[in-house]
């Protein structure tokens, strides 16, 4: 398995502001994206997701072989933690939510209406929908926000699982996860000019 970015150029509405990005990973390995706020991690992570298209280049991925998580943690406020996590492993077609429970110590959560977490009870229940999907490939944004110091310490250690475990991660994050597969990726070098934009007013803010 192979995940492959290609001389890729990212937009953000009319604007573009990535390009000439390249990466490959195999099995294991994780890239960590650094840069200032508004750079671009997360118009780069959904344009690797797929759900920005690419204005130039290519992103390369077996097929159903990516998981996204984004800002947003992705829940239904009406269903519980159980029935969430069970909403999306039938959504990926992956049956057991018992280890998605565990890891994030959810069970005494289990029968709560998702409405009525705490933004940190809310994120944990995020990334457990991750080890529900049984994709190899995870793309996250800012996953941390929300998470106290344990809890940190538990998602690190449910990355360095999914990397043991042959898996890849690309990570937008300023938190020193201190993963010893992970590589440093800093995309600024990447960051479209002006001149490439066709706009002299490019602004942060966009991307």
Not at 59 to 85: F, R
Not at 103 to 121: C, E, I, V, Y
Not at 124 to 140: E, K, N
Request: with cysteine.
């Amino acid at each position: 398995m192979q995940f492959e970015a290609r001389n890729l150029s990212c937009r953000r509405g009319d604007l573009r502001v990535l390009s000439g990005l390249s990466f490959t990973l195999g099995p294991g390995q994780a890239l960590i994206l650094r840069g200032p706020n508004g750079s671009g991690k997360t118009t780069l992570l959904r344009t690797l997701a797929g759900l920005a298209r690419p204005e130039t280049g290519e992103v390369i991925a077996p097929e159903d072989s990516i998981a996204y998580a984004g800002h947003a943690d992705g829940l239904k406020g009406q269903l519980t933690v159980a029935e969430n996590l069970t909403f999306w492993a039938d959504v990926f077609g992956h049956a057991g939510i018992d280890n998605a429970m565990d890891t994030f110590d959810l069970r005494p959560l289990a029968t709560r209406q998702a409405q009525n977490l705490s933004a940190g009870q809310k994120r944990r229940l995020g990334l457990a929908r991750m080890l529900v999907t049984a994709r190899a490939i995870w793309l996250m944004d800012e996953p941390t926000v929300s998470l106290d110091r344990a809890n940190v310490k538990v998602f690190a250690g449910m990355i360095e699982a999914h990397l043991a475990a042959g898996g890849i991660a690309v990570l937008a994050t300023h938190i020193d996860l201190g993963l010893p597969a992970a590589a440093e990726f800093d995309i600024a070098p990447y960051r479209a000019r002006p001149d490439d934009t066709g706009n002299p007013f490019l602004d942060e803010a966009f991307a």
